[in-house]
């Protein structure tokens, strides 16, 4: 079993900057993509970006050059750092990974863009 949690949510001001946590723990072997999603209640879950296990990233266009995603392989963990943040970023965060073909996912962590 695969455990995923997310940490790091709270409430931030309007410009302001946030990171959030992964940490992956149970039985992990080999861990292949991970990523994160943000979701609005009554609206599907987005994608916001992606980091391979060599390191490569991906990022949805509303939030390249303000998001950043970083991964530490050696503790199974992997952070999000997000930067001028905006109201529309008010969202559910969630932590996705990838193992041997099957997916995992956090509870979940909140954030609050607010004036």
């Known amino acids: 079993q695969v455990q995923v949690v997310e940490s790091g949510g709270g409430l931030v001001q309007i410009g302001g900057s946030l990171r959030l946590s992964c940490a992956a723990s149970?039985?992990?072997?080999?861990?292949?993509?991970m990523g994160w999603y943000r979701q609005v209640p009554g609206r599907q879950r987005e994608w916001i970006g992606s980091i391979s296990s060599g390191g490569i990233t991906s990022y949805a266009e509303s939030v390249k050059g303000r998001f950043s995603i970083s991964r530490d392989n050696a503790k199974n963990k992997m952070g999000l750092q997000m930067n001028s943040l905006k109201p529309e970023d008010t969202a559910i965060y969630y932590c996705?990974?990838?193992?041997?073909?099957?997916?995992?996912w956090g509870q979940g962590t909140q954030v609050t863009v607010s004036s």
């Open positions: 996705q990974l990838s193992q041997y073909g099957r997916g995992y």
């Open positions: 149970g039985s992990i072997f080999s861990i292949d993509a």
